[in-house]
C-alpha cells in the first residue's frame, strides 16, 4: 500500500498539529512531535492519499509561518518534507505540481534524479525549484517532495552530560550508504539522529550498538512507524530496549479500527523521514 510520511516544522503548538493531523482523516496513522526539533511527523496510507496529503499540505501552509521558527533540526519550509513511499514518482510528482500551482510554494524532488541532502544543500543555489515559483513562498518556504523506499527513522541518545560534539563525532563515524546521521543537542542532551536506508540489513540494534561501542548510550527512540521485517530482523529479547514495538509497526497500524485515531506523542523525535540528517546525508 501506498504510504506518504509528511514532516512539518511545528513541534510545540498542540492546536495547529490537531488540525493538521486532523485533515488526514482516517488515513492517518501515527504521529510524532518534538519540541526541540520543532517539527512533526504525520504517517499516511489508505484510500484516496493524494487528495488526503493535498489536503494535511494546504492546512500546514495556512497555519505555520516558517519566519517565526526557531528548532534544531534543519527544514526549508512549512511542509518541509513529502517522501511518497516505496518509490512513487507518479504519486510525487503529480503533488509537487499541484502545490506549486495551488499553494505557491515551490516544490524541490528528490528520489531518482537526486538525494534529499543534495536538495537542501543546493536549493536555490544553482538548483532551481521543479515546480512552483522561483523564489520561497514569503511564510511557507519550500517543499522537499520525494519517492523512496521504506526507511526507519531512528534515534540514539547519549548519557547526561555528553557534548553534542561527541554526538556529532560518532554520527560522522557512522554515516554511510545504509546510514545518514547527524549529533543534536536537544533540550540540552546530546542525540544520534538517524535515517536507516536498509533497515531489514543494517537494523536498530546494529546501529545501537555502533553508537554504545563509541559512548555510553541511555536510550533508544523509533520516530514514527517501522515495517513488521524490521523487528522480524532483531532479536524478540532487544526490542523492549531499542524502543521497538508490534504495535508500532506499518501493517499493525493499517489493521487497527480506524476509529481508534493515533494519539499525539509530545516525547523528543528527530527527523523523522530524512530529517535526520537532511544536510549531512
Known amino acids: 500500500m501506498l504510504e506518504c510520511v509528511v514532516n512539518v516544522s511545528e513541534g510545540r503548538d498542540h492546536t495547529v498539529i490537531d488540525a493538521v493531523a486532523a485533515a488526514a482523516g482516517d488515513c492517518l496513522l501515527d504521529v510524532h512531535c518534538d519540541p526541540h526539533h520543532h517539527r512533526s ?5 489508505g484510500p484516496d492519499l493524494e487528495e488526503v496529503v493535498r489536503a494535511v499540505a494546504a492546512e500546514a501552509v495556512r497555519r505555520i509561518d516558517l519566519r517565526r521558527h526557531n528548532g534544531v533540526h534543519p527544514r526549508m519550509g512549512a511542509v518541509d518534507v513529502v517522501p511518497w ?6 504519486e510525487r510528482d503529480r503533488f ?25 544543500r543546493r536549493a536555490f543555489r544553482g538548483l532551481a525549484p ?16 520525494g519517492a523512496r523506499p521504506l526507511l526507519v527513522a531512528y534515534n540514539v541518545w547519549l548519557a547526561p552530560g555528553t557534548p553534542v560534539d561527541e554526538a556529532r563525532r560518532v554520527a560522522a563515524e557512522l554515516r554511510g550508504p545504509a ?32 553508537v554504545a561501542a ?63 540528517g537532511a544536510p549531512a546525508h
Open 41 to 45: 511527523v504525520l504517517t499516511m496510507a
Open 85 to 90: 513511499v516505496p518509490l512513487a514518482v507518479a
Open 96 to 120: 509537487a505540481a499541484w502545490a506549486g500551482a495551488t499553494l505557491g510554494v515551490p516544490c524541490f524532488l528528490y528520489g531518482p534524479e537526486r538525494s534529499l541532502p543534495d536538495v537542501r
Open 130 to 145: 521543479d515546480t512552483g515559483p522561483a523564489h520561497p513562498h514569503p511564510t511557507a518556504g519550500a517543499m522537499c517532495v
Open 179 to 210: 546510514v545518514r546521521a547527524l549529533g543534536f543537542d536537544v533540550g540540552g542532551q546530546a542525540q544520534v539522529s538517524m535515517n536507516l536506508l536498509d533497515p531489514t540489513v543494517v537494523t536498530p540494534a546494529h546501529v545501537y550498538d555502533a
Open 214 to 276: 563509541r559512548t555510553p548510550v541511555q536510550r533508544a527512540e523509533l520516530v514514527g512507524l517501522a515495517p513488521e521485517a524490521v523487528l522480524a530482523a532483531v532479536p524478540e529479547d532487544r526490542w523492549g530496549a531499542l524502543d521497538l514495538d508490534p504495535s508500532t509497526t506499518i501493517e499493525a497500524r493499517l489493521v487497527r479500527p480506524r476509529r481508534s485515531r493515533p494519539s499525539l506523542g509530545d516525547g523528543p523525535t528527530p527527523a523523522g523521514d530524512e530529517g535526520a
